[in-house]
């Protein structure tokens, strides 16, 4: 009996099982906050969690979705160690250097990738995210199947990186691997962010007043 | 002796300030001392004109502290046609002793060998060591050890085998020598002679201004050189290797897939070879050879210097997935760029380390992303202290990939602190507006590069399209002149 006992603790210990009722819980893993308290709040952990899959479906560029995940690279560039790179690939317009400098990004440590087609972008981003050298990975996509999102996922747990793919809303009833995915829209002042998935946590649309 | 010529500075610098406006006095020779008991041979900083000052005491006493010189001289070589090659060969012999080699031409090396004495030492043995090199090789030399290169030089040429390691012994043992050994040119050498100076004692008795006169600035200088008061760096030989070698298959190759284990055996040598001489590459390539037509050349380069296998073999594997054969392979041929010295900081030496939990290095990743996407596609960016908006950033190709750039430390060149946010996406080139704004920041008056003919007078601000369509936050600004108003960039 007690040998069962243990196995089930050694299972529970486990990073890739995560426990539905205990989400409040702090992770195993660390996370980098969003910046918003409101949207931390919303989110297992308190923050945007490393070692996963964030999908952000949005119609629109500049309607803020970059901010959300600004003050979380950061962060994570703020490690003890080797300052780690972020990789943006296949951004709609050319990052601008001054801002991101203006926001703390290390800029040395950035690098941006134009593949040519999706498929080279999602193997860059597979390459980036399982490198063990990047902390978060950033792509742009118009589309994808869920085969190549499942590798990302994959690469990104192995890697420790944080993945973040941007892609139309359209793709908002297809199934996603992703640990995290929301929905970003135009609101009347500030953008809507609504929760679609959240592993560990309770969808639904996220009040983003306040700071 | 210090006394005195300290002295004589002060002497100098007063008469220099009295009469500022007046052009330096040309130094009377020093009469020669009429008792030549005295040495009167000293560097006397101003005394010589056009000779060149001679370094101060404290930093020649640092560069010569350090330093043991041998030098061999090779009688032989001095009529053989290939005395240079010869040299180089004999260079590699020596390499066994020391890592700073140089050659004198036509027929001596040099060695510096204190670095040496802690492994190989003591000086006797040592010294005995690599004079039996060269007996191993049958080969006449001579050989001697001083504390400066052209000492030592001057001893072996003289065939003299001392072993100097005290420089205050050097310039009485260099009394003795003749004045040939210097191997300066027959007119100086018989100049030397008319005076009655045949030996190097005599001629360091010699006052150093007329000297100078006589001889010429060089000969004072080489003087400076053997005594160890003025340091003399010479130039490392460097053996000059590529990894080079070729294979051929019993059967021909007609798919990619099969020459990625072909090539594997040919990067494991090229790796070794690396290794054995601490060295790396940058550049690599791999030429396939066919029965008819030209071979197919592939060049690889490297993010950074390696020597890395897996590295390597990284890189050649994404460029032979992409490569279309035109036709079957029947050998293939690797050849190394030229090898560059691994530098500690390049961390390569623990590259191999952490490649082997499967972890990349940020080389590795960006050499496979530009491996397979192309040059182009990867990139970084800086920010640039510079008004203009577009001009405030580049892209940069060359990565600071190999330092390690602890959390804290900024690198970066950070603009202007803008009272006004910038926005994450700056568009290519400003887009003419014609729809309403809400302007909701600003403005922020930009006004510059009037002297290189691309000059601005923009006024920006944060606005939001009132239309429906686009709820976005945007970077405008007006043209001061036009009063046109274009978007340049948005607030992601």
Same mark, same amino acid.
């Given at each position: ?211 | ?217 060089? *000969? =004072?200088?080489? $003087?400076?050189?053997?005594? &160890? /008061?003025?340091?003399?760096? #010479?130039? +490392?030989? !460097?053996?000059?290797? %590529? ?18 284990? *072909? =090539?594997?055996? $040919?990067?494991?040598?090229? &790796? /070794?070879?690396?290794?054995? #001489?601490? +060295?790396? !590459?940058?550049?690599? %390539? ?207």
């Amino acid at each position: 009996m007690p040998r069962d006992v243990s196995s089930l603790a050694n299972i529970l210990a486990d990073a890739r099982v995560w426990k539905l009722k205990d989400a409040s819980a702090a992770p195993t893993r660390p996370v980098w906050s969003t910046g918003k308290s409101s949207l931390d709040a919303r989110l297992p952990g308190g923050g945007w969690p490393t070692a996963s899959l964030i999908e952000v479906l949005l119609d629109d560029t500049g309607l803020g979705e970059v901010q959300l995940f600004l003050p979380a690279l950061v962060e994570s560039q703020r490690r003890i160690g080797d300052v780690p790179w972020l990789v943006w690939i296949a951004p709609p317009h050319e990052p601008y250097a001054p801002a991101l400098a203006q926001q703390g990004i290390e800029l040395t440590r950035l690098l941006v990738v134009r593949p040519t087609t999706a498929n080279e972008a999602l193997w860059a981003a597979e390459q980036a995210l399982g490198s063990g050298v990047c902390a978060a990975v950033l792509l742009w996509l118009k589309g994808t199947d869920d085969r190549w999102l499942r590798r990302l996922k994959l690469a990104a747990e192995a890697g420790g990186a944080l993945g973040v793919l941007f892609r139309p809303e359209r793709h908002r009833f297809e199934s996603s691997p992703a640990s995290l995915r929301l929905v970003v829209s135009r609101g009347e002042h500030e953008m809507q962010l609504d929760l679609l998935k959240v592993q560990g946590g309770r969808p639904g649309p996220v009040d983003l007043g306040g700071p | 002796m210090a006394r005195h010529a300290k002295s004589r500075t002060a002497d100098l610098f007063a008469a220099g300030n009295t009469s500022p406006a007046l052009p330096a006095p040309a130094p009377a020779p020093v009469p020669a001392p009429a008792s030549a008991s005295k040495p009167a041979y000293r560097p006397r900083p101003s005394e010589a004109p056009g000779g060149g000052v001679p370094p101060t005491p404290q930093t020649a006493a640092r560069a010569r502290s350090r330093q043991l010189w041998y030098a061999v001289v090779f009688p032989e070589l001095i009529e053989a046609d290939a005395s240079a090659a010869k040299l180089q060969k004999l260079c590699m012999h020596a390499h066994a002793f020391t890592s700073l080699v140089s050659i004198e031409p036509p027929n001596a090396l040099l060695l510096e060998i204190k670095g040496s004495l802690k492994l190989l030492g003591p000086l006797e043995t040592l010294h005995a060591n690599i004079d039996a090199c060269w007996r191993q090789l049958a080969l006449e030399a001579s050989s001697a050890t001083a504390p400066s290169t052209l000492a030592a030089l001057w001893f072996a040429r003289a065939g003299q085998p001392v072993r100097i390691e005290d420089l205050g012994m050097l310039a009485g043992r260099m009394a003795k020598l003749p004045i040939a050994c210097t191997a300066w040119d027959a007119d100086r050498l018989q100049t030397l002679r008319a005076l009655g100076v045949t030996r190097m004692g005599d001629l360091l008795r010699l006052p150093r201004a007329g000297l100078t006169r006589r001889l010429g600035v060089g *000969a =004072v200088k080489d $003087l400076d050189i053997a005594l &160890a /008061r003025q340091a003399a760096p #010479r130039r +490392a030989f !460097v053996p000059r290797e %590529r990894f080079r070698e070729r294979c051929d298959f019993e059967s021909e190759i007609e798919t990619t897939a099969y020459l990625e284990k *072909a =090539v594997e055996p $040919l990067v494991e040598r090229c &790796a /070794r070879f690396l290794r054995e #001489r601490q +060295a790396g !590459v940058q550049t690599l %390539r791999l030429k396939l050879r066919h029965r008819a037509g030209p071979a197919t050349c592939v060049r690889l380069g490297l993010a950074s210097i390696t020597s890395e296998r897996r590295r390597l073999m990284d890189v050649l594997i994404q460029k032979l997935e992409r490569l279309e054969l035109s036709a079957p392979v029947r050998g293939m041929e690797l050849a190394s760029g030229a090898l560059q010295p691994l530098s500690a900081a390049s961390l390569d030496a623990f590259a191999g380390l952490a490649g082997a939990g499967g972890r990349d290095t940020a080389p590795q990743l960006v050499e496979r992303l530009r491996a397979r996407l192309g040059e182009e596609a990867v990139y970084g960016v800086v920010s640039i202290p510079e008004h203009r908006p577009e001009a405030a950033w580049q892209r940069v190709r060359e990565l600071r990939l190999a330092s390690v750039l602890r959390a804290g430390e900024k690198t970066a060149v950070r603009g202007a602190d803008h009272a006004m946010p910038r926005p994450v996406w700056l568009l290519d080139a400003p887009v003419p507006l014609d729809s309403e704004l809400i302007l909701e920041q600003g403005p922020e008056r930009i006004e510059s590069g009037w002297w290189d003919g691309r000059g601005v007078a923009r006024d920006y601000y944060v606005a939001r399209q009132i239309r429906a369509a686009h709820g976005a936050k945007l970077w405008v600004f007006q043209e001061r002149r036009s009063k046109l108003w274009y978007l340049h960039g948005m607030f992601a």
